[in-house]
């Protein structure tokens, strides 16, 4: 194959060989992978991308890997959904659902980047993965993990949902439980990633695991129809997706696939950790670590690692943000599931709860085809909604019953 030139600095432009790395030695910016999109546009078409598998690996070009995923092979090409019950509610029009809560093996958007990271892992010659997550990228990472035989450490904050933590450790990895918040957590990884020679998919492989959050947005340029939509809401942890799916509708216009990128990106955050859009209605630069408190466990990354470069991709789209309270969340998955019959967990009711107040701003109008995206399932997070869903009508096993019941009520 050969796409794939190198890795640059984000700040200083120096340029490094494919390696382990993340990190530029002489002025500490991130490090980003390069393509060659000459010799990218001369082999990739939309006929090209057609008749390949509905798996994320489609773009393969666009995606840092060399040889045959090692894990994820049937991941991504999740449904973009056509919203018509919760646009009216909202009052918008033309809207549709990416909806990743399903076609992942761990049923949430960070199948998509751990099986680019699982893959290049592979190719670098490691034997153990690892990661910092709050929650979804353990699950992803322990599960994509075993099916491509590496051994696993996954690193959460104990004080995860019980459910979330379980659903690391049916994978049997080496789940360590931190005593201490994401932050704390990531900061622990950083010095055990210095120290032993391990695939940490979101710190010393970052460059290429997140690269695979760009399928994201290939896709929902594919499926409506090979152009991009007037607006996108994604939800923000460390502001990376929102980054990526920006950089997937520029290089699909640098290899010629669409004409033009017209499309605004919006940032969706919890009040509780929203450090990237305080920054953005402040109209600063400097993103301000917060100390997160939210239901949203799994957007809670008070000091994100790509803030500065998801504001950077927001103004230039002309988009904007918004936060939402723990309330308008549960209220948000409650929409969705009740007008789509999709259950999404905390992280999808924050981008509902954020499109309907974006909308009532006037920042979203409602004749413009607008995106949610909904990168987890709810079925991760059932205990938020304790007590905040309407319980069973309670009956004994008779006909009687039932109707006594029912007419009580009303139903019948
Ligand atoms: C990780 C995650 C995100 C966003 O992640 P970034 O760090 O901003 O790329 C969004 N939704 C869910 C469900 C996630 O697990």
């Known amino acids: 194959m050969g796409y794939v030139q190198g890795l640059k600095c984000r700040e200083c432009g120096r340029e490094y060989p494919i390696e382990p790395i993340y990190v530029c030695e002489f002025c500490f910016g991130p490090l980003e992978v390069v393509y060659d999109y000459k010799k990218i546009a001369k082999v990739l078409n939309k006929k090209k991308i057609q008749q390949r598998a509905k798996t994320l690996w489609r ?30 509610t909202l009052g918008i029009k033309e809207l549709y659902i990416k909806d990743d809560t399903v076609a992942h093996p761990t049923l949430s958007f960070k199948d998509r980047v751990v099986s680019v990271a699982l893959t290049k892992a592979r190719e670098f010659g490691f034997d153990t993965v690892a990661c910092a997550s709050t929650g979804n990228l353990a699950h992803s990472v322990s599960a994509q993990g075993a099916m491509a035989g590496f051994r696993r450490f996954v690193f959460i904050p104990a004080s995860l949902e019980p459910s979330k933590i379980i ?3 049916v994978y049997e990895p080496n789940v360590v439980a931190v005593d201490g918040n994401y932050d704390d957590v990531n900061r622990l990884c950083s010095e055990i990633a210095n120290k032993y020679r391990w695939a940490f998919v979101n710190i010393n492989i970052r460059p290429f695991y997140a690269e695979g959050s760009k399928t994201h947005g290939f896709e929902i340029v594919e499926q409506l129809g090979w152009k991009t939509p007037d607006n996108v809401i994604i939800p923000c942890a460390s502001g990376s997706l929102l980054t990526k799916i920006w950089k997937s509708f520029k290089e699909f216009k640098e290899i010629g696939i669409i004409k033009e990128v017209d499309a605004k990106v919006f940032g969706a955050q919890a009040t509780g950790c929203s450090p990237i859009v305080t920054a953005l209605k402040q109209g600063v630069d400097v993103i301000r670590p917060v100390k997160p408190n939210t239901i949203a466990k799994s957007l809670a990354i008070g000091n994100p690692a790509d803030g500065f470069y998801a504001l950077q991709a927001i103004r230039e789209s002309g988009g904007y943000g918004a936060d939402v309270s723990d309330e308008e969340i549960i209220e948000g998955m409650r929409l969705l599931a009740r007008t789509e019959g999709i259950f999404a967990e905390t992280a999808g009711g924050v981008t509902v709860a954020a499109t309907k107040k974006l909308v009532k701003e006037g920042y979203i109008r409602p004749d413009e085809i607008t995106v949610i995206c909904i990168t987890g399932n709810g079925l991760k997070t059932q205990e938020a909604l304790n007590g905040k869903v309407p319980s069973p009508h309670y009956i004994k096993p008779s006909l009687a019953s039932f109707e006594e019941v029912m007419k009580d009520k009303g139903l019948l």
Do not use: H
């Open 59 to 88: 773009y393969k070009e666009l995606l840092p890997v060399e040889g045959d995923p090692v894990a994820g092979i049937n991941a991504g090409f999740t449904p973009l959904v056509k919203a018509t019950r919760l646009g009216e």
């Open 167 to 169: 659903a690391s450790l």
